[in-house]
């Protein structure tokens, strides 16, 4: 029910929004406003904001605990009771309201600097909506909480003790060549035992988001996904050549330092259970002993790139607003989540002790601190950006704490984590052009066999992939893209990435010059949440809205100017 700081003025006080028949009766007020005159519809808008942010907050709630505890029946039922009895009843009332906004004159005499985002956004809304795939978004969840499900149980007997996949993760970095393929193939083959699962599960997603599109008079779903995330400023033939401009640009780059990985190692081929390990033997990097060091050390380093960012960061810890460890019966990944009613944000991911995990922690607090700074704007969708830019928070987050590590790192630690982080830059868009690449077939080619889906995404890992040898794995290749989780439940959410990468690297480009102008940039732009379209949000933070070969070409020679500076 929000916090002292949030209070309601719409909702009652002390009514928990926890079963429809609490939500629908406000729903109902809504609809029967009289919309008149301008001050009418921005009271209106308020008021819509806050019922929607308070609903969301039930099923953020409930999302959140469902992943931690994804072996809980009673989680679980409650996270179903939403999907089944609360969201499905609240999409089709939405509707209504946005339909009456957008015929209510009075709409069209908003402040246009204020209002032109939201109102191009509502109106795209209205155009997409069909009553009959509430149903079927149902199913979908149904399927996605299952994808869950499945990766949260997949435990392995390794070392001595029962592990997660991902605290299998710190023995890819061990020096011994035959421990690092011992966890390699004992993760492999954990996964690849729900592989048919996974697969039965991809088909009815398919099949469920192509008749999505169907009914809302597309050809595919990828027509309809892009509908659906709004995205007014780029089309899929940008995206393609994206993939160009990767591969012409990048991926030369990618193989060149597995090479020099390869060489370095003096081994004769290069193994995926070589990608990770230290080249000069030693061992891997432990910037914290356990999640409490984690967070005092995070702490250290976000007071270092700037005191608010950094006290916000203690709020967090303060208030046990972050669930960071591996355990069992926890989903796998990590992410933030933000409680939209009471404003704040959560992380939660699969802390075991490597590298990742501190590069993990600064991307989603990236994210939190995109929560803090919007969170005072009254209209709720102005709260959060579009993807494009939000993840130009956490990622430019990464660029300007890498050189704030100190307390993770000490020594020659400082510059294998930094040239770990940089290679993780470069190799990302390739991965990026991978997985869109992928979606772009799956989704216009909707009838395709299993076998076809196999074929076309080896095909992209000889167009994208760098040199490792799969010699006797043949199946890891090609179901290797189960383990992402976005191809399950978010479709079509990945060339994202890129683009905000390229944002971040600008922002972190402006930092070499003006470290504090360019944190000050950055925190302006995050303060302006989704309230502007993505070119000023981008302008905003320094950066050009752009993913071409002629923005994504200088930013790779910068990095790797950077990277030829720093030793093996």
Known sequence: MGDALFSRQFLRSDDVLDAWERIEPYFDQLRDRALETPEDVERWLIDYCELSAAVAEVGTDRHVKMTCKTDDETIKKAFFDFLENIDPKTKPRAHELNIKYTQAPASKQLPAPRYEVLDRSLRATVEIYRDENVPLQVD???????????????????????????????????????????????????????????????????????????????????????????????????????????????????????????????????????????????????????????????????????????????????????????????APGGYQATYEEARHPFI???????????????????????????????I?????????????????????????LDDFYHGDEVARAKRTQLEGVI????????????????????????????????????????????????????????????????????????????????????????YAGAVQSYKHALALGGSKKLPELFSAAGAKFDFSYETLAPLMSLVQKHLDQLPL
């Open 140 to 330: 979908e969840g149904k399927l996605e909480q299952k994808y869950q499900e499945i990766g949260g149980a997949q435990m392995v007997t390794f070392d001595g003790r029962e592990q997660t996949l991902q605290q299998l993760a710190i023995y890819t970095e061990n020096t011994d060549r035959q421990i690092r393929q011992n966890a390699w193939e004992t993760a492999t083959s954990r996964r690849l035992q729900d592989k048919d699962a996974m697969e039965d599960i991809f088909d009815q997603l398919i099949s469920l988001r192509h008749k999505m599109a169907q009914n809302a008079g597309l050809e595919d779903y990828r027509a309809y996904a892009f509908k659906v995330k709004q995205r007014f400023d780029y089309t899929p033939d940008d995206c393609l050549a994206f993939h160009d401009a990767v591969e012409r640009a990048v991926v030369p780059i990618v193989r060149d330092l597995q090479q020099k990985r390869k060489d370095a190692l003096g081994v004769d081929t290069l193994r995926p259970w070589d990608l990770a390990v230290d080249v000069k033997g030693r061992g891997p990097l432990k910037p914290f002993e356990n999640v409490e060091q984690l967070c005092q050390r995070a702490s250290k380093t976000f007071h270092r790139v700037d005191a608010e960012l950094g006290a916000q960061f203690d709020e967090m810890h303060t208030n046990q607003y972050l669930d960071l460890e591996s355990r069992k019966g926890k």
């Open 348 to 378: 939660f991911m699969n802390a075991v002790g490597v590298q990742r995990d501190v590069g993990t922690l600064v991307h989603e607090g990236g994210h939190a601190f995109h929560c803090y700074a919007a969170r005072d704007d009254a």
């Open 427 to 514: 190799e990302l868009f390739p991965w990026v052009a991978t997985i869109d690449a992928f979606q772009h077939w799956l989704y216009t080619h909707p009838q395709h066999s299993r076998d076809e889906r196999r074929e076309h995404w080896l095909s992209l890992q000889k167009r994208f992939g760098g040199i490792a040898d799969y010699a006797g794995y043949e199946d890891a290749l090609a179901y290797a893209w189960h383990k992402q989780l976005h191809l399950f439940e978010v479709p079509f959410y990945y060339i994202e990435y890129a683009i905000a990468k390229l944002g971040a690297l600008q922002v972190w480009r402006n930092s070499l010059d003006d």
């Open 380 to 404: 709720y969708p102005y709260r959060s950006s579009p993807i494009e830019f939000a993840e130009v928070a956490s990622f430019g987050m990464e660029l300007l704490a890498m050189d704030r």
